[in-house]
């Protein structure tokens, strides 16, 4: 939906534009990323329980550390297809795209047959900041035109409060005990409510806005 617009602004050279519907995802992209990541790490037990029963608690490390990434997925995707797609340089996304590849296979050859799963996920996580490393540079006389640095601080400290406040409500609830469902239903009830509240209380820029255009 987005790279039409963009490739639209960026060749009709308005740049204003350009940048602020790029500004705007990225400030979702931070809100969603950081309420996932969040949300999944400390909650990955149960998730893995709830979909693949016990046998696969093991696994929990790994997916927690797969989930660490996650905003920065969000980030390469952003100035892979947004950015450097929109200006015509898929050159370079295929590039990063490739270096990132040979690094995930180096890493999961060293990683794997020492720690099996959790190899595999750091290689993931590792290849994942590989990609958006060689992007940023590539843009980096562009970069801060890209985000709302106050989008990342409030959204990462509504995440930590929104995760905290339902650790304490998980503790003297304790329905992940009783029902995995109705546990992890409560928790995202609670974590959605308080970071949402969070993201407003702080005044997060893509929020009020959002909430503007809804009132209208």
Same mark, same amino acid.
């Given at each position: 939906v987005m790279l039409p617009r963009l490739s639209n602004y960026y060749g009709k050279h308005k740049e204003a534009e350009f940048y602020a519907l790029l500004r705007k995802n990225s400030s979702f992209i931070m809100i969603a990323g950081f309420a996932i990541t969040f949300f999944c790490i400390i909650n990955a037990k149960p998730?893995? %329980? /709830? /979909?693949?029963?016990?046998?696969? %608690?093991?696994?929990?490390?790994a997916?927690? !550390?797969?989930? !660490?990434?996650?905003?920065?997925?969000?980030?390469?995707?952003?100035?892979?297809?947004?950015?450097?797609?929109?200006?015509?340089?898929?050159?370079?996304?295929?590039?990063?795209?490739?270096?990132s590849f040979i690094v995930i296979i180096a890493?999961?050859?060293?990683? +794997?047959?020492?720690?099996g799963a959790i190899g595999a996920a750091?290689?993931?996580? !590792?290849?994942?900041?590989? &990609? %958006?490393? +060689?992007? %940023?540079?590539?843009?980096?006389?562009? +970069?801060?035109? /890209?985000?709302? &640095?106050?989008?990342i601080y409030r959204s990462l400290l509504s995440g930590l409060l929104a995760s905290a406040v339902m650790i304490v409500v998980s503790n003297f609830v304790p329905l992940l005990d009783r029902s995995i469902f109705m546990g992890l239903l409560v928790n995202g009830?609670?974590?959605?409510?308080?970071?949402a509240v969070a993201l407003?209380?702080?005044?997060e820029k893509f929020i009020l806005d959002t909430l503007r255009g809804l009132r209208k």
């Open positions: 998730i893995i %329980v /709830l /979909l693949s029963g016990n046998t696969y %608690v093991p696994a929990v490390p997916m927690q !550390i797969v989930m !660490i990434p996650i905003i920065l997925s969000g980030v390469s995707t952003m100035l892979g297809n947004n950015v450097l797609i929109a200006q015509g340089k898929e050159r370079v996304t295929t590039i990063a795209t490739l270096v890493i999961d050859c060293f990683l +794997i047959p020492k720690f750091i290689g993931t996580a !590792i290849g994942t900041f590989v &990609v %958006v490393a +060689i992007e %940023v540079i590539y843009l980096k006389s562009n +970069i801060s035109s /890209l985000f709302e &640095v106050s989008s009830f609670v974590f959605c409510i308080v970071y407003m209380v702080f005044r």
